[in-house]
């Protein structure tokens, strides 16, 4: 088995950021998963990220992590295992994928890959000399009918030879991809036999005669033919499920298969009497069952803040366990009250992605302010609800809410000397 490890720290970019475009799909595809479930997202985040940059960054791992609330090493341990993850930089116009499994193997996949090392360059994973080619060997790419194949970024190219597949790399370097037609290189229709159809080619010569579906088993039946003898009922023994009255065609002689009216009206009662003769919900099972109230607005009078003008606390005990559309989706149980007014964008604090954001929101911390002014305990009880004991301590939240909440992002610079964004 190969070791697959990040590229050296000279080729690591200092940082990494979706476009606005990825930035957005990246959001909506992690909102498709229900709560709690976010960090599904990470593959198709990867994934977009790679076809972004060409391949996955160090920084492109923390910065997903982030986003998903992922430690880094579960997102490195993703990126690492699935080989369709380019770990080092590759060529800016094409990478070459050779499939060496064997079927193309047996068809000639060798001599490609000396193609590859003649044009490109000898070892895999390497750049040619101004950065626009690299290749590998790969395992099986799916087209084994058409063998042997490359794939090249989302598309494949089949049924090469060592000569064509010059003439498409020389086509990659001089920028004129558009030129090459994906797929199948020899004269056949996608994977149909390559000398084209053998069965099949010729037109019917019989009619086919029309399908006349049979009767359904309540069905009135078919008058018989001027001259023709009555048909006899049959003799066939009836299946034992099924009770005379709802089978007469299987009896050969007409049955009225009504429900005794005084039948239907006693098991309307006996309905009735399930539900409460009053119509009400049975609470048989539930006797002196109430409904649970939150005491979460009372608060402090309902205000949300306590007497130190910071966030209320609720208490353990005046929180009953009630069951939130919130909680049913697998999320949070709030801590805090909300202060009043429109809630910041606490994405701008390092740390702190998309997931993060929405259960902080649902914890009760919607503003800059309320971060800043949490305590250690109230730092502690987050980090908790959140299972990233020290996250927030060694993001530094806190003076990061502090700059933020002072001065928005211009003040941020300036104490931190980047942009938040």
């Known amino acids: 088995m190969s070791v697959r490890r990040l590229a050296e720290e000279s080729v690591q970019p200092a940082s990494f950021a979706f476009t606005a475009e990825n930035q957005a799909w990246a959001e909506k595809r992690i909102g498709l998963y229900p709560a709690g479930r976010q960090q599904s997202a990470v593959i198709p985040l990867l994934m977009r990220a790679q076809e972004q940059d060409g391949w996955v960054t160090r920084a492109t791992i923390e910065k997903i992590a982030e986003m998903l609330g992922m430690p880094y090493i579960r997102v490195l341990e993703v990126a690492t295992f699935y080989t369709q993850f380019q770990l080092q930089p590759v060529g800016t116009r094409a990478h070459v994928q050779v499939c060496g499994t064997t079927p193309c193997m047996l068809r000639g996949a060798e001599a490609l890959i000396e193609v590859c090392k003649s044009k490109i360059h000898h070892d895999p994973h390497h750049l040619n000399e101004d950065g626009t080619l690299s290749w590998e060997e790969v395992e099986c790419a799916g087209a084994c009918v058409n063998a042997p194949m490359v794939a090249i970024f989302q598309d494949t190219y089949e049924d090469l030879t060592p000569e064509r597949l010059e003439e498409i790399i020389d086509a990659l370097h001089a920028g004129r991809a558009d030129t090459i037609k994906p797929g199948t290189q020899i004269d056949r229709l996608n994977a149909a036999p390559a000398s084209g159809l053998v069965v099949l080619t010729e037109e019917p010569t019989a009619k086919r005669e029309k399908f006349v579906p049979p009767l359904a088993p309540d069905a009135p039946a078919a008058a018989p033919a001027a001259g023709a003898a009555p048909q006899a009922p049959t003799t066939a023994a009836q299946p034992k499920n099924i009770a005379p009255e709802a089978a007469p065609a299987l009896k050969g002689t007409p049955v009225e298969a009504k429900v005794s009216t005084a039948q239907a009206e006693k098991d309307r009662k006996d309905a009735s009497a399930s539900a409460g003769a009053d119509g009400k919900p049975n609470t048989a099972m539930r006797e002196g069952a109430t409904g649970a109230e939150s005491s979460a607005g009372k608060v402090d009078g309902g205000k ?118």
């Open 304 to 421: 949300g803040v306590g007497s130190d003008n910071k966030p209320a606390v609720v208490a353990a005990s005046d929180n009953p366990k009630e069951v939130t559309p919130n909680a049913e989706k697998g999320g949070v149980t709030p801590i805090f009250v909300a202060p009043a007014g429109a809630a910041d964008d606490l994405k701008l604090i390092s740390g702190v992605g998309p997931v993060i954001e929405s259960k902080l929101n649902a914890l009760g911390v919607t503003r800059y302010d309320q971060v800043a002014d949490f305590s250690d305990e109230d730092f502690a009880k987050v980090e908790a609800a959140l299972s990233f004991p020290g996250r927030a301590q060694r993001d530094n939240w806190k003076g990061q809410a502090e700059a933020l909440a002072k001065g928005g992002i211009e003040e941020y610079r300036r104490v931190f000397g980047k942009d938040p964004r």
